[in-house]
């Protein structure tokens, strides 16, 4: 069973960028697909990216398409989400997830989260 803690949410202004890191641990991490997913007050929990076991394929929502980056470090047990020309809209408490399933943009494809790090954007 892995465990997952995201690191690297803050407040930011209009514009600006962030780095977000998710550390994996008790689990072989290559094993897993992983995502990141972020819920807005009010909002459903949604998709933002996706990358698949070994890096090779990644995906995008259509509202980060362009300005976020999914990553990860097999090596290093990582995985990273680099924001750039964040907007308030963007705002939201941001989630790592894992599957040991095929790349999915579910939620419900993922076993495993992560307890989520404050993203907020100022205008």
């Known amino acids: 069973q892995v465990q997952l803690e995201e690191s690297g949410g803050g407040f930011v202004q209009t514009g600006e960028s962030l780095r977000l890191s998710c550390a994996a641990s008790g689990g072989r991490f290559s094993r897993y697909s992983m995502a990141w997913f972020r819920q807005a007050p009010g909002k459903e929990r949604e998709w933002v990216a996706i990358i698949s076991r070994l890096g090779d394929s990644t995906a995008y929502s259509d509202s980060v398409e362009g300005r976020f980056t999914i990553s990860r470090d097999n090596d290093k047990n990582t995985m990273f989400l680099q924001m750039s020309s964040l907007n308030p809209e963007d705002t939201a408490i941001y989630y790592c997830?894992?599957?040991?399933?095929?790349?999915?943009?579910?939620?419900?494809?993922?076993?495993?989260w992560g307890q989520g790090t404050q993203v907020t954007v100022s205008s």
């Open positions: 997830a894992a599957s040991k399933m095929v790349l999915t943009t579910s939620t419900g494809g993922y076993e495993y």
